[in-house]
């Protein structure tokens, strides 16, 4: 599994770039708000648009991966 790879080529927000934001804010219920969040922090997503799935993906991938109590 490749950890660090450019999820947006826009803004060069990278893979590591979206965890590290996401663990900032460990309290979110929803993928929808830690991606406003994140996308605040990191810039991803504010070019083209084209990164919007792959960057909720991510965040949806590692909320889930994190959370301990769902
Ligand atoms: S690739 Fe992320 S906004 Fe264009």
Redesign the pocket.
Known sequence: MQENYT?????Q?SYSDIADALHQHQSFDSVIAAFEDVQKVTH?????????Q??LDIISELMMGSSKNV
């Open positions: 999820v947006c080529n826009c803004m927000v991803c997503s504010t070019g083209c648009g084209g990164c919007h792959k960057v």
